[in-house]
C-alpha cells in the first residue's frame, strides 16, 4: 500500500471523514450521500479515488490494520521478554477489538449485499494483522528458550483462537473483567508452552 503523505489530499480527507461515519452510524447506515457531505467532495471524486463504497471501506480497514502494527511495532519495544510481549499484545488487542470500525467490518461481514471477494480480502488483513504479530512473539520466546520447541504457528493458532473466543464476553462484562479474562487466558497459554 502506498505511504499516506504520497496520495492526493482530496483521498485523505474522503477516507478519514467516511472512517467517522462508519464508526459512529456503521457500515449499512452510512451511505454515499453522507460521505459526499461530510468529506465537502462530489460522488465523481469519490468513485474516482475508490470506485464503490466498498472499496472505500476496504481502504480504510487497510490503513486501520497498518496503523495497528505500527502502533504495536512501537509498544513492544517497552517490553523485554516475550513473555511481557503476550500479555501487552493481549491489552493491544483489546483496544482494537473496542474500535467502532471493528464492529461496522463485522456488520459488513454479515450483510447479504457484501461483495464475497471484498469481504475474504478483509478477513484476509485482519489474519495478516493478528497472526503474523501474534506468531512473531511466540517464535521470539522459543528461540529465547522461554517457550518449549514446537510449531509457532500451530501455537499462535492456539493463543489467537483463545483471544478471538472470548469477543462473545463484550456482551456480558465489562471492560475491566474482560482484560481480566484476556490475562488469564495468556496463563494458561504459558502453562503449556512455558519451559520454566
Known sequence: MKQQSTLSP??????KEAEKLFAQKGYAATSMEDITNVS???KGSIYYHFKSKEKLFLYIVENNADEWKRAWNIKQK???TSVEKLYALADHYLE????PLIKAAEEFGGSETADPEI???ILEIYRSQYYDTYEAVIDQGIKEGAFIEDNPKD???ILFGMHAGLHATYYEMEFPEIRRLYHKSVDVFLKGISKH
Open 10 to 15: 482530496t483521498k485523505l480527507k474522503i477516507a
Open 40 to 42: 465537502e467532495s462530489s
Open 78 to 80: 517497552n517490553y523485554r
Open 96 to 99: 482494537d477489538l473496542q474500535s
Open 119 to 121: 469481504f475474504a480480502h
Open 155 to 157: 501455537l499462535m493458532y
